[in-house]
């Protein structure tokens, strides 16, 4: 061991004749322990808030979408549908009819987003149809033009509907609803809702609340004719493979489909939600980094009140030709010690406590402001070495003043009433 570590690890251990100095001491290993595993642990959940919500919005969702902005939709599809599937990195698509409504039971109603699907190709591009709890989607299985016809004036249609909507207007699998469409039919009255009554066949629980209280799934003919626009889609869901690619391939689509379209990535749909975390996470860093400055001035504190008491010790060590800056890594060396003991303690504390709450999710959320339901912990390597580096820097800085003071001493006047 080197003499100068050898002597700042027999400070720390030796008894003190003011209890005060140890008493600091340990406040300052305490307030480094709980400052480094607070910071541990607020990371942990601000990455897991944003891991949890990209991974069901984009679980949910296509990577891309592509639409006509100007227009009211996208007619004569399928050729393009074709064109569309040899762009490299696509992996999947999905041709969908979105259109807004009022869905109701009784008296009881609920505003929804409707999406006229082809499930065999829905299920390619997004996972709402294999979060189904309750019933089963067989029945949004596409049937044949005239059979759509016939079942559209004859039959009841069938809906999957999201559980909060569900609980929101009291349905319940085989249940029939009422879906009624603002893009009403012009008759000598007036203009008059397009309302139809559906069957409930399915209950989906993604998880994110936006879609469990607000979003609906039928076939896509049956969304046709309840907006009265035969063979008319709004948007392609494409899914790539690999999805931090998206913004390239959307650029491909664009140029494929020509003038008039726009292609939408999923990072772009939900820039704002990821900036807002992004933000959060700094700002989290911030504040719960004070814990950490104020337990490095604990350590200031703590070596500045040493240094006072190993006065006699220092210029006895000068005397015997122990080098100003030898007596200064002495110190340098304790605020360390005493900063990596803390640091390392606060690790362990903050990736059991993340890995037991990640395990266990007994933390609960009101999913209709944070969007899930429980408190997602995901702690990474790479947070545990930028922590680390903030608390031995900041404890670095707190030792700088003590231990010039203590390099600074001059033997003959310390040792004079000796």
Request: net charge neutral.
């Amino acid at each position: 061991m080197r003499f100068e570590l050898f002597i700042a690890a027999r400070y720390l251990r030796a008894r003190r004749r003011q209890r005060v100095v140890g008493l600091v001491t340990g406040l300052s290993v305490i307030g480094i322990t709980a400052g480094v595993a607070a910071l541990i642990i607020a990371l942990a959940i601000t990455n897991g808030m944003r891991r949890d919500m990209q991974d069901r919005l984009v679980g949910a969702t296509a990577h891309i979408q592509l639409l006509r902005p100007t227009a009211d939709g996208i007619r004569d599809w399928r050729p393009l549908l074709d064109r569309l599937r040899q762009t490299p990195h696509v992996t999947a698509i999905a041709p969908a009819m979105y259109g807004q409504v009022l869905i109701s039971r009784g008296a009881r109603s609920g505003g929804a987003l409707i999406e006229g699907i082809l499930p065999q190709s829905e299920r390619q591009v997004g996972t709402l149809l294999q979060s189904i709890t309750q019933g089963t989607a067989d029945d949004l299985e596409p049937v044949s033009d005239q059979d759509a016809a016939s079942s559209w004036d004859i039959a009841t249609p069938p809906i999957v509907i999201g559980h909060d909507l569900a609980d929101t207007i009291g349905a319940q699998v085989g249940d029939t609803v009422l879906v009624t469409s603002p893009q009403g039919e012009l008759t000598p009255l007036g203009l008059v809702p397009r309302y139809r009554r559906f069957h409930v066949t399915g209950i989906f629980t993604s998880g994110f609340y936006q879609y469990d209280s607000a979003y609906a799934l039928m076939r896509l003919t049956d969304a046709q004719h309840l907006f009265s626009e035969p063979d008319l889609i709004t948007v392609y869901s494409i899914k790539t493979d690999d999805l931090y690619r998206a913004p390239e391939v959307a650029r491909q689509l664009e140029q494929t489909a020509g003038k008039g379209f726009q292609a939408l990535t999923w990072m772009e749909q939900n820039s704002e939600l990821f900036r807002a975390l992004k933000l959060e996470q700094v700002v989290t860093f911030i504040v719960v980094a004070l814990i950490v400055v104020v337990a490095a001035l604990n350590i200031l504190i703590a070596l500045t009140m040493m240094v006072m008491e190993k006065t006699r010790d220092v210029a006895v060590m000068m005397g015997y030709g122990v080098s100003k800056a030898q007596v200064r890594r002495i110190f340098l060396l304790q605020g360390l010690i005493i900063s990596a003991v803390g640091t390392s303690a606060g690790l362990v504390v903050g990736y059991l406590c993340s890995i037991i709450g990640s395990h266990y999710r007994f933390i609960h959320l009101d999913a209709s402001v944070y969007s899930i339901s429980y408190l997602p912990f995901a702690p990474r390597l790479t947070d545990a070495l930028i922590v680390a580096a903030v608390s031995l820097g900041v404890s670095l800085l707190a030792t700088l003043y003590p231990s010039q003071n203590a390099a600074s001493i001059l033997p003959a006047e310390a040792l004079r009433y000796e």
